[in-house]
């Protein structure tokens, strides 16, 4: 079966140019996260969103960062005027089952990533 | 805040050795505890996990027992193959009301020799 899909797989930006980064989750699921991992690092979160609504962005670490999922599904992530230090892999994972307020267990589907290499 | 510290790799093996990547954890509640591996050239993929305290997860020959009194998770298989040669992240996913969360550790490079 399908699973979390990104593209483009890689994308080179000068400094100063915006990107847009899609995430296709494996359908039906809910919850969708986007993680960002730097070189020789561990993934960090940036955001989380529950069907269309984006309930966590605390991670997102400026505001050249956006992320939105209009219908639900698909994801899209943004950064305006990109700098070298958005040179990341980042990663986005879907999960079926809705978390509430009690410590519960969902696990996350990750797609391959998309290497952001800023120039 | 919540943090998850792992061994420093690379971690080189031959194969049928046996594997340990230590990992320990800081977190105010009662996390879940996850090992994900990456091939290369491959997504993050969930190799075990444990929700409770003295839980062993595994999977593939792989096994991690939670130990709430160490605040540990280490990963450990008893003969490594080749096909192992991979990324280990130990996680955890935030105890409180953002439990949805993961922290991960570094990661760690497994490489396993025939």
């Known amino acids: 079966g399908a699973g979390v899909s990104q593209s483009p797989r890689y994308k080179v930006a000068k400094r100063g140019q915006d990107v847009a980064l899609r995430c296709d989750p494996i359908?039906?699921?809910?919850?969708l996260f986007w993680y960002q991992q730097a070189l020789g690092q561990g993934p960090e979160f940036l955001t989380y969103?529950?069907?269309?609504?984006?309930?966590?962005k605390s991670g997102l670490p400026s505001d050249r960062f956006f992320a939105e999922r209009p219908e639900g599904s698909v994801s899209t992530l943004k950064i305006q005027r990109t700098q070298q230090e958005d040179s990341a892999v980042y990663l986005c994972?879907?999960?079926?089952?809705?978390?509430?307020?009690?410590?519960?267990?969902?696990?996350?589907?990750f797609g391959p990533g998309t290497r952001l290499t800023v120039l | 805040g919540n943090s998850v510290t792992q061994m420093e790799g690379p971690v080189t093996l031959s194969e049928e050795a046996f594997l340990t990547i230590n990992c320990t954890y800081t977190?105010?509640?009662?996390?879940?505890l996850f090992w994900y591996v990456q091939y290369p050239g491959e997504g993050l993929q969930l190799l075990l996990k444990?929700?409770?305290?003295?839980d062993k997860g595994s999977n593939k020959g792989f096994e991690a027992t939670y130990r709430k009194e160490t605040t540990s998770f280490h990963l450990e298989k008893g003969s490594v193959q080749v096909s192992d040669s991979a990324v280990y992240f130990c996680?955890?996913?935030?105890?409180?009301?953002?439990?949805?969360?993961?922290?991960f550790g570094k990661g760690t490079l497994l490489t396993v020799n025939p």
């Open positions: 969103f529950q069907n269309e609504a984006q309930l966590d």
């Open positions: 359908s039906g699921h809910v919850s």
């Open positions: 994972a879907s999960s079926l089952v809705v978390t509430s307020g009690r410590p519960s267990y969902n696990e996350q589907f």
């Open positions: 996680a955890l996913s935030d105890p409180g009301g953002s439990n949805y969360k993961l922290t």
């Open positions: 977190a105010t509640g009662y996390p879940s």
């Open positions: 444990a929700t409770k305290a003295d």
